[in-house]
Nanobody, 116 residues
Framework: QVQLVESGGGLVQPGGSLRLSCAASRTIFTMYAMGWYRQAPGKQRELVATISSGGITNYADSVKGRFTISRENAKALVYLQMNSLKPEDTAVYYC??????????WGQGTQVTVSS
């Protein structure tokens, strides 16, 4: 079993920045993709950004140009740099590690609140 631990969430003013991190509890020898998802109150969980083992990234239209996903394969770490934050970015953010075609792990979630 793998546990993912997220950090970096918090309260920030509109236009501000936050950097989320997610680390695995043990070494993962095969990693397909890593990603970030978010869930706002009353809404379904949605994809924010993913990055493949080869470094190919994919972003939701709502965050393109503002968020950047990156990873450290050797350390099973994934980051989400969030700039120009908006109130509509307020949500619980979850990281996800895809370790096989049929197996993925989720973090416990970290709250991001964008408010003045």
């Amino acid at each position: 079993q793998v546990q993912l631990v997220e950090s970096g969430g918090g309260l920030v003013q509109p236009g501000g920045s936050l950097r989320l991190s997610c680390a695995a509890s043990r070494t993962i020898f095969t990693m397909y993709a890593m990603g970030w998802y978010r869930q706002a109150p009353g809404k379904q969980r949605e994809l924010v950004a993913t990055i493949s083992s080869g470094g190919i990234t994919n972003y939701a239209d709502s965050v393109k140009g503002r968020f950047t996903i990156s990873r450290e394969n050797a350390k099973a770490l994934v980051y989400l740099q969030m700039n120009s934050l908006k109130p509509e970015d307020t949500a619980v953010y979850y990281c996800n590690f895809q370790v096989s075609p049929n197996t993925s792990y989720w973090g416990q979630g970290t709250q991001v609140t964008v408010s003045s």
